[in-house]
């Protein structure tokens, strides 16, 4: 019923730049909180960015200052704008909302499928 299409990634070496970009759509009532996970093998999954219907943003002390996170409320879309990339931010990447469905009157998180990004030192 809702797909959250991730696109960008790919490969950059250190201090470079990359962009995430994930669009949601589905039989969409309202999308409320969009945002970025990330996770590195073996490792949990961690939080990276979220950002609200309103424009409250929150990050992941680690990407703070070089992560800059925004949507687009009618596209139901989010873009995360990596700057100053390190060898830690290397992972898959996983866009996140919480949405209401037109015919569900629960609002559930969702997830994309993954990108990879990769950071060469």
């Known amino acids: 019923q809702v797909q959250l299409v991730e696109s960008g990634g790919g490969s950059a070496q250190t201090g470079g730049s990359l962009g995430l970009s994930c669009v949601a759509s589905?039989?969409?009532?309202?999308?409320?909180?969009m945002g970025w996970d990330r996770q590195i093998p073996g490792k949990s999954r961690e939080m990276v960015a979220r950002?609200?219907?309103?424009?409250?943003?929150t990050y992941a002390d680690s990407v703070k200052g070089r992560f800059t996170i925004t949507r687009d409320n009618p596209e139901h879309s989010v873009v995360l704008q990596m700057n100053n990339l390190k060898p830690g931010d290397a992972a898959t990447y996983y866009c996140?909302?919480?949405?209401?469905?037109?015919?569900?009157?629960?609002?559930?998180?969702?997830w994309g499928q993954g990108i990879a990004v990769s950071v060469s030192s």
């Open positions: 996140y909302a919480s949405i209401r469905l037109k015919l569900d009157p629960r609002t559930l998180g969702y």
């Open positions: 589905g039989d969409i009532d309202r999308v409320y909180v």
């Open positions: 950002i609200s219907r309103d424009g409250d943003i």
